[in-house]
């Protein structure tokens, strides 16, 4: 706990100086009675600053799954486990990598009571935070002196990568969708069964025999043919002078991984050192979860691309990608000008 002397507090310092050096010179014992007075609110008032901020206990609830800038709304419990005192008059702040971004006002938290409420919370970059540090700040009662009380969560958080759109990551998923849309092979022609008909349905496929039967329209339904699967290459052998395009390369594959996966695409993501299919073998978390937490490797080989899947990389090595069979994601390189490497 640290404590520092504001203006007022230096003033009315200055103040309790003057007065006792009068009293003593002059030996007024109406001056000594009011020295005694400014020192024992100089006391109370230290001790009051001190045992307010004392007995408290601080959790911060986060959601499950978190992404880099993007606002987050987590709950904020402060509990003070004084049995008497309540605490008057404080202000929460946090460290650059605990999400609190504002300061928060808290007017009191009475003895033996919880105080829960939501607040927005905000992550710069994917990855670890380690540093979950806050700050009890209070000037209560007279504003004499700032006390300062640290307070550190011990817990980890982690991090997605950006997932919100951007224009190059749009252009990307564009080209993506439209590759999946030429090598579709359409809706299957084999006769699977005959079903009830659904709102808003297409009328071209109402078998009115079966309706005239039931008395209720029916629709053929047909099998469908398995749809494209798509695979997204990340490579992992980026020079160091790319490191900051490997950053914009990462939140764009996760843009991907979670557009792709909302509109029911089948998804395989490869890296150097990941191979997964989504769903069959993970949930879109886990690619994100390892997409927080990937760094570049120099020297990785380059897999060779499968004829099978829509295969779509993202790398610097242009000419390389091109060879082993991999189309190129179109994205933005550091210095903001579009990289298409085919």
Known sequence: MRQQITKLGFLFSVTVAVVGLAAFVSGNNLLF????ALLSTMLISGFVSRLGLAGLELNLELPEHVAARRPVRGRLSVTNRKLINPSF?????GSPESGLRHTLYIPVVPARTTLNEPVDLWFDRRGIHRDN?????????????????????????????????????????????????????GRGHDFYRIRP????????????????????????????????????FLDLDVPTAHWPWFE???????????????????????????????????TVYD??????LVEPVPGAGLPLADDRNLCIAISVREGDVADAGWIGARMPDPDGAPLRPD
């Open 287 to 292: 690619i994100l979860k390892y997409l927080a």
């Open 33 to 36: 009675l009011l020295l005694a």
């Open 89 to 93: 008059s404080m202000h929460l702040s």
């Open 197 to 232: 008909y659904e709102h808003l349905e297409s009328a071209r496929h109402v078998d009115w025999r079966a309706t005239a039967h039931t008395g209720e329209l029916q629709v053929r339904e047909f099998t469908r043919e398995q749809d494209q699967a798509v695979t997204l």
């Open 248 to 282: 914009t390369a990462v939140d764009c594959c996760a843009f991907l991984v979670w557009r792709l996966n909302d509109r029911g695409t089948r998804l395989q993501f490869v890296t150097q050192r990941f191979d997964r299919t989504l769903p069959d073998e993970c």
């Open 133 to 185: 540090t806050f700050y009890f700040e209070s000037r209560f009662p007279f504003g004499f002196t700032q006390r300062r009380a640290q307070v550190r969560l011990e817990r980890e958080v982690l991090v997605y990568p950006c997932i919100d759109p951007q224009p190059a990551f749009e252009a990307a998923l564009a080209q993506i969708a439209g590759e999946i849309e030429s090598r579709q092979r």
